[in-house]
T-cell receptor, first 115, second 112 residues
Framework: GEDVEQSLFLSVREGDSSVINCTYT??????LYWYKQEPGAGLQLLTY?????DMKQDQRLTVLLNKKDKHLSLRIADTQTGDSAIYFC???????????????FGQGTELSVKP | DGGITQSPKYLFRKEGQNVTLSCEQN?????MYWYRQDPGQGLRLIYY???????QKGDIAEGYSVSREKKESFPLTVTSAQKNPTAFYLC???????????FGSGTRLTVV
């Protein structure tokens, strides 16, 4: 079945790079997303990547996609204390699939940035 | 500015009561979704609606009900049949299936 896995916690020092990893089980994913959730708030779309791309860069954010290994990562350069949040990866399958057309979320990775 | 609004931000429910969480969007999005979030469990889909007057159950629909009488509104009722309703509830919308979601800021429901 469809499943998205993330490690639950990551701790880094301010100024370092953070790498948040995600694995997914279905190679038919069309888009893969990264969302950020600050405490007590909703989810904010950070970036997304189409499944035929290997990499996407947007300012401090770099998304890498390894389709062979079904592995997605989000790298945050020069991590700041304001980056402390929960980060969710999510995939979308084509509508013909069971659960298709809807976002399937991982459990979220809590990023803690220490000064 | 277009957006999606959830109210109230905090809600307290007594045992045995039904409560309704509001979700309104002015993004002209066709699809709307309700998720429940518990610590360490990510987001679980309760109900979703792809078009007015139509909705489908998600993974954990038992004890919940919804309506979609207007495109802009997708209220969620947490009924007394929901045995463990204390959670953070998130509403989202999207232009259609396959598009990224816009989320509201959430409602935290606590049973007292």
């Amino acid at each position: 079945g469809e499943d998205v896995e993330q490690s639950l916690f990551l701790s880094v020092r301010e100024g370092d790079s953070s790498v948040i990893n995600c694995t997914y089980t279905d190679s038919s994913s069309t888009y893969l997303y990264w969302y950020k959730q600050e405490p007590g708030a909703g989810l904010q779309l950070l970036t997304y990547i189409f499944s035929n791309m290997d990499m996407k860069q947007d300012q401090r954010l770099t998304v890498l996609l390894n389709k062979k290994d079904k592995h997605l990562s989000l790298r945050i350069a020069d991590t700041q204390t304001g980056d402390s949040a929960i980060y969710f990866c999510a995939e979308i399958l084509p509508p013909i699939y069971n659960q298709g057309g809807k976002l399937i979320f991982g459990q979220g990775t809590e990023l803690s940035v220490k000064p | 500015d277009g957006g999606i609004t959830q109210s109230p931000k905090y809600l307290f429910r007594k045992e045995g009561q039904n409560v309704t969480l509001s979700c309104e969007q002015n993004l002209n999005h066709d699809a709307m979704y309700w998720y429940r979030q518990d610590p360490g469990q990510g987001l679980r889909l309760i109900y979703y609606s792809q078009i007015v007057n139509d909705f489908q159950k998600g993974d954990i629909a038992e004890g919940y009900s919804v309506s979609r009488e207007k495109k802009e509104s997708f209220p969620l009722t947490v009924t007394s049949a929901q045995k463990n309703p204390t959670a953070f509830y998130l509403c989202a919308s999207s232009p259609g299936e396959g598009d990224g979601y816009t989320f509201g800021s959430g409602t935290r429901l606590t049973v007292v």
